[in-house]
């Protein structure tokens, strides 16, 4: 058990709905980062948050949004969805950001879009 | 930018082989490496790291061993079993204005039969 907790472990949704997850870091990280899994991207990151604050965006679309709240949890929010979203989507989180705090993920949160 | 490659799965093995899973690197500046371990329905865990040229990490058994000069950090196991089938993926640490993110390889799914 990484202790990095994400709800809900399944989703179905329909294209054009709008969804949102959440995670929980380990008790003490400061750190919450986004990526999603898919067949044919592979992992890919989304967006990372320190502390309440944005601190680094990889390819996430315009669609999705993201935040981290007072008591550190995370939220991604996924609108207009298309069947191409569907895929597995990952929160890990680290104490800090530096080069050497590893990374420890949730188990995901699996959207299927239909 | 920074990107990592490894070796293309699927590798099939039988209990107690060698196992070696390919891994190199493109990075400016000095990235800490990863090697993730992800089993079925479950999120992707830290299985072994090194932060500097020429260390090597280990855990349960696997080794990798940081190249600068070869640009690679190869995984290995002497002796592979059963409950070692998982994906692993290889993974370096982007630092960029304080910010982390993992960029991982495409993973490499590997099974082991007894």
């Known amino acids: 058990d990484s202790g990095v907790t994400q709800t809900p472990k399944h989703l179905i949704t329909a294209t054009g709905q709008r969804v949102t997850l959440r995670c929980s870091p380990r008790?003490?990280?400061?750190?919450v980062y986004w990526y999603q899994q898919s067949l044919d991207q592979g992992l890919q990151f989304l967006i990372q948050?320190?502390?309440?604050?944005?601190?680094a965006k990889g390819n996430i679309l315009e669609r999705f949004s993201a935040q981290q709240f007072p008591d550190l949890h995370s939220e991604l929010n996924l609108s207009s969805l298309e069947l191409g979203d569907s895929a597995l989507y990952f929160c890990a989180s680290s104490v800090g950001q530096g080069r050497n705090s590893p990374l420890h993920f949730g188990n995901g949160t699996r959207l299927t879009v239909t | 930018g920074n990107s990592v490659t490894q070796m293309e799965g699927p590798v099939t093995l039988s209990e107690e082989a060698f196992l070696t899973i390919n891994c190199t690197y493109t990075a400016t500046g000095y990235p800490s490496l990863f090697w993730y371990v992800q089993y079925p329905g479950e999120g992707l865990q830290l299985l072994l790291k090194?932060?500097?040229?020429?260390d090597k990490g280990s855990n349960k058994g696997f080794e990798a061993t940081y190249r600068k000069e070869t640009t690679s950090f190869h995984l290995e196991k002497g002796s592979v079993q059963v409950s070692d089938s998982a994906v692993y993926f290889c993974?370096?640490?982007?630092?960029?204005?304080?910010?982390?993110?993992?960029?991982f390889g495409q993973g490499t799914r590997l099974t082991i039969n007894p």
């Open positions: 090194a932060t500097k040229a020429d």
């Open positions: 993974a370096l640490s982007d630092v960029n204005q304080g910010a982390q993110k993992l960029v």
């Open positions: 008790s003490g990280d400061l750190s």
């Open positions: 948050y320190y502390n309440g604050e944005e601190r």
